[in-house]
């Protein structure tokens, strides 16, 4: 697992390569503010090799922040970055890992009928109950312990440092907004117990939409309402009344800026007071900000896909520079992620901490 003393020593012996701010705080110490996805790629041997050598490449070069999911690229990417922790020269006490349960996953490569293998591998044996899914999602307490074990095993880790509850508004397709928190309530209990355990170090919830539309939208969720069914969590398990949850993961871009620009959650102190972003509701909560995203999955890395207004007031030699380094400007982000299998690209992303980020005030110019 990380540990205060090997996360620090490891922006000791980087911080100078990097600009102001580029290590933040995270969890037990602090950790880079550029990170490493491993969302993206074919579920193929190649990409495995690729990914591999990406991941290790970065961790060595002053990224230390791994985020992945049980289902990333048909489970592969689970066991590629525990091998590349594992063969990298970097300790892995000085990198936060972070992965994600909640869909299911396929094994290794996509099946010919998704459908059918989801109902052979899971239903059937009784892993999961038909009335928890939601197309391939569910949260049921007893499926999160076992994706959470499948982890660990894929890993080859003793310990996750951050676990999410990935995408739990895929429930609300199907589900009220009450049955949701009350299934992210049974599933903190779960991620308490684990944390009890030593198995987890802190969680939270990966989303997409949740934290971004406006309140009452489809796909809404209430951080505070989700933050509160943490608090009762944690209460519930104990053996103190303190609880696991400490992050929070939402896309975040030059276009897809809406936890800072959209008010849509109540204040944690005051639930009939004046909404107030994302973003800063997590702040003012002591939560942590991952973004995912970062770049539009690729497509801020062309010429010209920043507005020019906007792009003139960011640091980087390169617009994939310049667009991580809109992400990681906003007030309250902990941790961009990016993904790549392409070592020169993975040297232009951990360039890009060398530039150093927009402060606030310069950061709300830019929406002026």
């Not at 590629?80 to 063969?87: F, H």
């Not at 667009?323 to 299998?341: D, E, H, I, K, Y």
């Amino acid at each position: 697992m990380a540990t205060r003393d090997a996360l620090w020593g490891y922006r000791d012996a980087f911080g100078d390569a990097f600009g102001r701010t580029y290590f933040r705080r995270f969890g037990l110490g602090v950790a880079s503010s550029v990170g490493l996805g491993t969302y993206l790629g074919e579920p193929t041997d190649a990409v495995d090799d690729a990914l591999r050598e990406a991941v290790r490449l970065g961790i060595e070069s002053g990224m230390n922040h791994v985020d992945t999911a049980v289902n990333y690229r048909c489970g592969r990417s689970e066991r590629v970055v525990g091998e590349a922790i594992r063969d990298a020269t970097v300790d892995r006490e000085a990198v936060v890992v972070a992965t994600k349960g909640g869909f299911l996953p396929f094994d290794g490569e996509r099946p010919d009928d998704p459908a059918a293998y989801l109902r052979e591998r899971f239903v059937e044996p009784g892993i999961v109950d038909p009335a928890d899914l939601v197309g391939a999602h569910c949260l049921a307490p007893a499926y999160l312990e076992r994706s959470l074990d499948r982890s660990l095993d894929r890993l080859g880790l003793d310990r996750i440092d951050c676990y999410y509850v990935h995408n739990p508004e895929t429930q609300l397709a199907e589900r009220s907004r009450e049955a949701v928190y009350d299934a992210l309530e049974a599933a903190f209990e779960t991620l308490e117990r684990r944390r009890t355990a030593g198995d987890v170090g802190a969680y939270g919830v990966a989303t997409w939409d949740a934290f971004r539309v406006a309140e009452g939208a489809d796909a809404y969720l209430s951080l505070r309402e989700v933050l509160g069914r943490a608090e009762a969590a944690g209460e519930a398990v104990g053996p103190d009344d303190d609880h696991g949850f400490a992050a929070i993961q939402l896309p975040f871009n030059v276009h897809m800026a809406d936890a800072f620009t959209r008010a849509n959650q109540r204040p944690p102190d005051d639930p009939d007071g004046e909404p107030v972003s994302t973003l800063e509701f997590a702040h003012d909560a002591g939560l942590s900000v991952v973004t995912s995203a970062s770049i539009g999955r690729g497509e801020l890395a062309a010429a010209g896909s920043i507005p020019a207004g906007v792009d003139a007031r960011l640091s980087g030699d390169t617009s994939a520079q310049r667009a991580l380094n809109f992400a990681r400007s906003a007030p309250g982000v902990t941790c961009s992620l990016v993904g790549t299998t392409d070592p020169d690209h993975l040297r232009e992303d951990v360039a890009a901490g060398t530039f150093d980020p927009l402060g606030a005030s310069a950061f709300d110019a830019v929406f002026e």
